[in-house]
């Protein structure tokens, strides 16, 4: 199944200043953390780096459609940091 973003994850990437690439950098990379999203029991949010920035990335895993892109927040970035070492 391919990866898709929705339009609104398109809006959200560039004007929060990643890349489509980036985006599937993170979600293709080994140092992520994942917790499931308290708003859609589909929905996963993938916690990743890009450019030295911990993000966000909701992403449907039954559909692999990514949601939306955003910074991750304070207690998402110390819970990355604890589950990858800060990699």
């Known amino acids: 199944m391919k990866l898709t973003l929705s339009d609104h994850a398109n809006g959200q990437k ?3 200043g990643i890349t489509e690439e980036g985006v ?4 293709a ?3 992520t953390a994942t917790i499931p999203s308290n708003k859609d029991p589909e929905a ?3 916690l990743g ?3 030295g920035k911990v993000w966000g990335i ?3 895993f039954k559909t692999l459609n990514v949601i939306t ?3 991750a927040s304070k207690k998402e970035r110390r819970y ?3 589950k990858t070492g800060g990699k």
């Open 58 to 60: 909701v992403l449907n």
């Open 49 to 51: 780096k890009y450019e």
């Open 44 to 46: 996963v949010i993938v």
């Open 29 to 31: 990379s080994n140092a």
């Open 80 to 82: 990355y940091e604890q």
């Open 14 to 16: 560039a004007e929060r």
């Open 69 to 71: 892109v955003r910074r």
């Open 24 to 27: 599937r950098n993170i979600l």
